[in-house]
């Protein structure tokens, strides 16, 4: 306040500096009364009661997990999963954590307890336990009987923690001797912490209709799913709830959505691993990751990809044929990258999926579904004219009636795997590189990593990449080329690459390997060609739209250039 004036912030010497904080600790203590204060002060308006520590689960609990934070959802299912078997079992959530109310903690806590497991979201190497855990051991140090505390450490780098984790926590609680120091959702077997993990149970709500999205980085699929979960959000009487997980490679990476809907509320803060529906956006992922995981049997599946029927036989790797087979999934196929094309949408086949997916996965009827999808059209693109509107909602359209669904043959089920050639890799790309490019780095065990203590990781391994992801590749036009290099030099993957060629060179060549005379002086004696290198292309056009001869590199579908 300037009509009063102080300093504030001041360096003070010893004689004082002590004295300074000490005096504060009357404030501190203050804290947990006014946070309740004000908790039931918010009950009021919302109807929703907090409290600096919750408990939920059976009044007379034996085992409870403390923890804050999430997971405690995911810890609700489970306790209601065993509770629902006939145990006794419940969780104490932490809202207010600093100041730690030993007041209000006890309140809440069940005098029946007799063994607690903490779970701590960090690591502090060199500790004897991490910051939660020792609080909650510090809480009972002057009781009289003192439950069974341990500690347990879960999802860090933002791992998924699922009730198959949490439950092993709960049993390692019923063993005899429980462990103390534990990790879940990893498989430890250099020091030996992680809890083995048990059954995989399902606990959302029975009715929720589970989906996943297979989609890349910049092809609409995240936005149409973010619409997906508005639309029936807002239209409709069902929960919704979304999860996106994406690679670290964003535009041309890979994304999946996590969708669940139902009648019942979903509090479930983790990825959805049983699901009824699967979409593949991009026909590449089918060789590079394993996309029908955890599909239930007679789930469906959506394949976005240019192949007819018969093709499917050639096209499709082993491992998915007998996958649909032994699991009855219905099969359908669509090829949205031709009906974009078609439209003037170019490769953002976002409201033909969702519109595949609407009419699929029976979450609301396909009238209403393409009543609101054409609503939420008007409203996100009608700034843009009505062009983009209309385009978008015969998207919407052709959706719907361009699905083909695909009788899956018998001999499916005993389809048998493509011998694969054996490359000499280094030990990281074979053991590491290539089981983290799977979306598999969730099982490497710790031993993986022994040698890579230091966080050190080798250099040069995208050269081993080769995903295939684009949909579309540059053809070098030498004809209308002028030797100019800019389409190697904007290219963001170095996938478009010039070469010069020696006399010997051009004799070895194959006879339909363009080779043009290079340009410039000193180069008499050579030959040039720009060359793409296909499975690293990401398909993003910036060589066509950099090309000042416009069609040096051609884009069938636009006039200056892109991908052909």
Known sequence: NPEHPVARGTAQNPDIYFQGREVQNPFFNAVPDIVENYMQEYKKITGREYHPFDYYGDPEAEDIIVAMGSICDTVYEVVDYLNGKGEKVGIIKVHLYRPFSEKYFFNVFPKTVK???????TKEPG?????????????????????????????????????????????????????????IGIVDDVSNTSLPEGDIIDTTPEGTIQCKFWGLGSDGTVGANKSAIKIIGDDTALYAQGYFSYDSKKSGGTTVSHLRF????????YLVYNADYIACHNKSFLYSFDVLKGLKKNGSFVLNCPWDKDELEDKLPSSVKRYLAKNNVKFYIIDAIAIAGEIGLGNRINMIMQAAFFKLANVISVEDAVKYLKKSITDIYGKKGDKIVEMNKMAVDRGIDSLKQISIPEHWVNAKDEEKPIKNEPDFIKNIQRVMARNEGDDLPTSAFVGMEDGTFPLGTSAYEKRGIATNVPEWQPDKCIQCGQCAYICPHATVRQFLTSEEEKKNAP???????????????YGYRIQVAPLDCTGCGNCADICPAELGIRNDTNSKGGCA
């Open 115 to 121: 063994r607690i497991a903490v779970l701590d979201r």
């Open 127 to 183: 500790s004897l336990g991490e910051p939660l855990y020792l609080d909650i051991s510090k809480l009972f140090f002057n009781e009289e009987t003192q439950p069974i505390i341990v500690g347990g450490r879960y999802g860090l780098g933002s791992k998924d923690t699922t009730p198959s984790h949490i439950l092993s926590v709960f049993d390692n609680l019923k063993s005899e001797h429980p462990k103390n120091g534990f990790t």
């Open 262 to 269: 139902g009648k019942k509320p979903i509090r479930s803060p």
């Open 511 to 525: 006879n339909d390997f363009i080779i043009e005379q290079a340009s410039g002086k000193g180069l008499e004696s």
